[in-house]
């Protein structure tokens, strides 16, 4: 029996050892790499990455809304549909594309261009609130256009007090 607990224990004490080595390898193995990566960062052509970025800086899309926010005021609960418009402008020097316009509820439904914007040219979201069968009182609702522009997401906001 004692010569199988002293066995037991010189097999232990080989696999902690073959342990360390693993784990001392590895270790200098993932210092090696960052090192390595380090090294590899600072190698970057600064001359490559400007024609990148004036590259890209010279043909983009850019939607500049007259304004982003349109109050209503106070309507009849009796005519509860009302209608507003957000023109824009493609401000940039490439195409504008309108990928999508969604309310933040069902009772506001905003309709857009769907056709490429020219750089220049103008467009406009159509923005109709139903208050069909809603309370009286103050509403905000607001619409996210999504596009290509650099300015990729817009939030406009429509209010006004239903009595």
Do not use: W
């Not at 080989?14 to 360390?20: A, F, G, V």
């Amino acid at each position: 029996m004692e010569i199988s607990v002293n066995f037991a224990k010189q097999i232990c004490e080989q696999n902690n050892r073959k342990m360390k080595k693993i784990l001392i390898l590895a270790l200098a193995a993932f210092f090696g790499m960052q090192a390595q990566a380090q090294t590899l960062k600072q190698k970057v052509n600064v001359s490559d990455v400007k024609a990148v970025a004036t590259t890209k800086a010279e043909n983009y899309a850019e939607i500049t809304f007259d304004t982003l926010r349109y109050d209503f005021g106070k309507f009849s609960k009796d005519e509860p549909v009302v209608h507003c418009t957000f023109p824009f402008k493609n401000t940039g020097t490439a195409p504008l594309i309108i990928h999508q316009a969604f309310a933040s509820c069902g009772c506001t439904i905003p309709t857009y261009t769907k056709e490429p914007i020219k750089p220049g040219e103008k467009g406009v979201i159509d923005v109709t609130y139903d208050g069909t069968d809603k309370f009286p009182g103050h509403f905000q609702k607001t619409i996210t256009i999504r596009s290509n522009a650099v300015n990729e997401v817009v939030r406009l906001t429509i209010e006004g007090m239903m009595e």
